[in-house]
């Protein structure tokens, strides 16, 4: 037998043997295992040797038993280059489990025989682990990597989407140990994009989790007294009163960093991961919501297998109980070394914090994917705070204008044209009637950091309240947190009379 290859290999290994033996599996689960084997230098033959290296623990050891012979020789013959003969192989093999009550994995199960019938042949003793393929720390078995093998199949998600769903899935089991729990926001412009779906599979990684349609601020408080580590899940957000009830988007607010909601009789406090699922467009989304969340916007497409949520199948309990003994194990950085990109936003560095430290806890490869899919996914994203926000698109509309002035009106009506948030404009504080942003409504967002309109020469035969390049590259260089990284334009300023 060739050296075995590295602990995280072996681990990723075991987890593609474990999807193998699911009902649906197909003949691309065998392959992508054969090939991650032979990138390996190892073989077939090897699997049950490394599924020790991963800590697999042997069935009891029963001399002279035939089932394990039996059991043995089909294993020998999964991997024949005859595909009838292959798949026929496989047949009797599931049969035969199932004749004698046997699952593919578990304690008794088809791998733990094939490693205690390994284990026997080879003269190697199963009660423990030999110190040559395992250290005591670097074997704990990879859950994201299982979590985000079941993603592949059931979802169609970019691979830095998956690694985020399965960072926040795994996040919910350590939430309590940081400041901030992200929220997870899944956006898609019309129905039939899965988002139910995902939610679905969602609920088979999360802790505690709780799946709702329709819920009210009385039922999230009176549920999380009951089980405060609840992660909810909110499916068709649209309906549930997230754009108009200030009172349930104040309590889902406050679950982000912990609070509480007082009532006459009691005082009930709020901290919980949560999950929410909607129909429309991202600026349609409350800012004080869309601020605390990753966006995941959804695409359609057919994933490789089809999910049945009334029989999900073994893998998920399996997943969750990895996920378990990751949670019980894991020593957490909880202030990570975090890209200064996404640095220059405090709100994007706590929500991409608790993911960071999670990835950093699975090894140098999920550490950098990590950061590389935050700072992608996450610092592209258009400032939320309506007043920078409005700064933003003030200073592109100057830059593509290339003029020193633009009179007010005309500044509002390029502002809604550069940003589209603003021709749904409900106000600062979120609650009103979308419109159009008014010239006013501009004014007053401009004045919150220091800008303020002033009467000026528009053109040659017209005066009127407007704005100056000065006043806007000013504010950007303060308040932008991308303005060390912006050159300021070429200032085209005409000295003006003190007006």
Known sequence: ???????????????????????????????????????????????????????????????????????????????????????????????????????????????????????????ISTGAVTSQTRTDNELEFNALDFVLTLLEDYQVMSREYRLITGLWALHTYVYERFEYTPRLLVVSPTSGYGKTRFLEILNQFVTHPHTTKNTSVAAIYHRLARDPRT?????????????????????????????????????????????IALRGQIHDVPLAILSRSHVLPRVKGTPRKRFDRRNPGPDFPVARELIAKWEATVALNLDPEMPEAL????????????????????????????????????????????????????????????VDRIERKALAKAVIEQDDYFSDWRGANDQGTPHELSPGELSRLLKQLGIRARSMRISKDKWGWGYIRAQIESAWRTHSPESHDTASHPSKIIALSKL
């Open 1 to 123: 037998m060739s050296g075995l290859p590295s602990p995280k290999i072996c681990q990723r290994i075991l987890a593609l043997w474990v999807v193998l033996g699911e009902p649906d599996w197909s003949e691309t689960d065998r392959v992508r295992l054969i090939n991650l084997l032979t990138q390996h230098e190892q073989s077939f033959n090897d699997l049950p040797a490394i599924f020790h290296a991963a800590g697999m623990i042997a069935a009891p050891l029963r001399q002279k038993d035939k089932l394990y012979e039996r059991l043995w020789r089909f294993f020998g013959h999964l991997n024949f280059d005859n595909e009838p003969t292959r798949l026929e192989t496989r047949k009797k093999l599931d049969a035969l489990l199932n004749k004698h009550n046997l699952e593919w994995n578990g304690p008794n199960g088809f791998t733990a025989i094939l490693v205690a019938y390994w284990a026997r042949n080879n003269n």
């Open 231 to 275: 992660c909810y899940l909110l499916d068709e957000g649209e309906n549930q009163g997230i754009f108009n009830d200030s009172v349930l988007r104040a309590v889902i607010d406050a679950g982000y960093e912990g609070g509480t909601v007082d009532r006459v009789d009691a005082e009930f406090p709020v901290h919980f991961p949560c999950a």
């Open 343 to 402: 640095l220059r936003d405090s709100r994007v560095a706590d929500n991409c914090r608790p993911l960071v430290a999670i990835a950093d806890s699975f090894g140098d490869e999920y550490s950098k994917a990590a950061r590389t899919a935050l700072v992608e996914l996450s610092t592209d994203r258009v400032h939320q705070e309506p007043a920078i926000r409005a700064l933003t698109a003030c200073k592109a509309v100057f830059d593509a204008m290339d």
